[in-house]
């Protein structure tokens, strides 16, 4: 049986079996008592932006405002000011916004300044419409597309040697697809036109690319620089250069829905699909995948709920774009399904510690940040949380309130 037909029997069964509904809501609040808490043990100086609560441990770790997450705490604060609409917590959220503010001039030092400043001033502007924070995100965009290569059509992830990347040769990992927001945002908001095309390219060669032939994702390509011939296919992150790395997979399928949605080019969304159904298709029974889908282990296999969290808000997405009724509440149901498992007893942290979510894995190759609490998946696990609040109430999750 494929998974649309193991999928829809599921709507089915779950349509009649009686349940409790979902209370989003309630999950909010959860949120909300939890960063009150963080709130108040932060310290005063940098490095004061949480990162992650190692397992067994009770206290955050810290980072200052190069770390690649330094986005996700701000972006946690602006989206509790969302929900709550209390004027402090627009305070604190301005506060550790405009700790990243070096970012946007400095050379760049990854792609991951899309993830830095479009999760803080990002939200921040969308919230506030603050023209510095304008100002700032058209800078950083600027920085952003420093990283292009032409000859490749991609940007550039990691401008420095890296194992297994072949420096000076061309690399391009598939988490840079969520930087594209940053670009799309700024060609559409006084930047520069080009930086529209960028990303149109970098998604176009991403998705010829990176992708086997059944729509599994490589971590990273090397391409040579000059000719922009791909050299290989590898992982960092993951298992095995031909694993499915979850959370690899994950910002496939938030990437390619936001580019759908920046584009409105039905390539991206039937890609979206495709690396959506994939994934779904080799889901564990309780939806949230182990940190790969081929570790040795499973299912001893540490989890990653962060993985879950980016997927179950992509998901969302893709669902209102969707016009087959049947594959949209799919998409639909599996996202509150995944937030559901990820809201219960075995994923919340609750009193163990005050990030959102147990059980993700950073970099289990490293062995580190493995089945730990970590600021992307708190941070991805609000944002899905408001658009379902948003769904649920009518509206576009684009909205404001
Ligand atoms: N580099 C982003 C991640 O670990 O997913």
Redo the contacts with the bound molecule.
Sequence with gaps: MNVTRVSILAILLLAFVPREAFNVKAQLDYCVGQVTRTAAFIPAAPPNLPRNILNGKTAWNYVGYKD?TSGFWPGTLWYVYEYTKDPKWKAKADLFTRELTPLAYQKAIDH?LGFQMYCSFGNGLRLTHNPAYKKILLAAADTLATLFNPNVGTILSWPRPVPNMEWPQHNT?M?NMINLELLFWASKNGGDKRLYDIAVSHATTTMNNHFRPDHTSYHAVVYDRKTGKKVKGVTH?GYADNSMWA??QS?AIYGFTMTYRETKDPKFLDFAQKVSDVYLERLPADLIPYWDFSAPDIPNAPKDA?AAAVTASALLELSVFVKDKTKAALYRAKAEQMLETLSSANYQSRQLNNAFLLHST??KPNNSEVDASIN?ADYYYIEALLRLKKLQAGKSIQSIR
């Design positions: 690649w991951d990992i988490d992150q959370r690899g910002w962060s950073g970099h992307y």
